[in-house]
C-alpha cells in the first residue's frame, strides 16, 4: 500500500542531533540532505490508531501484535520511510538556483513565568521542515480486511513528530491507488 503524507505546517521528526550552539535539535535528514519521515514513525503511529480502531469496534487486540510485532516477535509489515517524490528531489538536488537548506526553518521558544517574562536557561530552537508532500509504502498486508484497517488508521493521523500539541506537524495521511 502506498500512501502520502501532506503537511500543513512546519513539522519536525528528530534526528538526536544538535548543531551546537545554534540548534538544541536537527530535523533528520538522508543522505542527500533532504527531510524524510522514518518508516518506524509511521509505524508507531499507525500501531496506535489500530489499537484505538479494534478497542472502538470491541475487537480482538492480538491482531496488533501480529501485524506490528512485540519485543519478542517481528510482524508482518515493514514501512518504508516517507520521502520527497522522485521528481522533487532531482529538482531540488540538480537545480543550480535551488538549495535544499530552504526546506528547513529554525523556531525558537521559551518558557514564560506568571509575570510574562522568560525564564533563565529556557530558550530553546528546533529546526523544522517547511509544509511538503511525501510518500512511503507498507508492504506485508496479507488480507484485503488487513489493507482496509490501514487505510483507515491512516485517516486517524493529524499530527506527526515533535511538538504536536504546539501546532507543527499537522498533517493527512492518505492512500494512494496505484
Known sequence: MRYKIEFFSYWHCGSGQT?????D?????????????????????????VTNILLLRG???????????????QG???????????????SLLTTPDIDPEMLYR????????????????????????IPCTLYGEITGIGSAE??????????YVKRLGLGRSRGYGRCEISRIDD
Open 19 to 23: 548543531a551546537g550552539a545554534d540548534v
Open 106 to 129: 529554525s523556531l525558537s521558544s521559551t518558557a514564560i513565568d506568571e509575570r510574562g517574562v522568560a525564564k533563565e536557561h529556557t530558550l530553546r530552537r528546533i529546526e523544522t521542515a
Open 76 to 90: 508482518r509489515l515493514y514501512f518504508t520511510n516517507a520521502s520527497l517524490s522522485d521528481a522533487m528531489r532531482r
Open 146 to 155: 488487513e489493507e482496509a484497517l490501514l487505510e483507515e488508521a491512516l485517516k
Open 59 to 73: 475487537g480482538e487486540e492480538g491482531s496488533v501484535e501480529g501485524l506490528f510485532g512485540s519485543e519478542s516477535r
Open 25 to 49: 535539535e536537527l530535523v533528520v535528514r538522508d543522505v542527500s540532505g533532504l527531510p524524510f519521515v522514518p518508516g518506524r514513525t509511521v509505524k508507531g503511529l499507525l500501531r496506535e490508531a
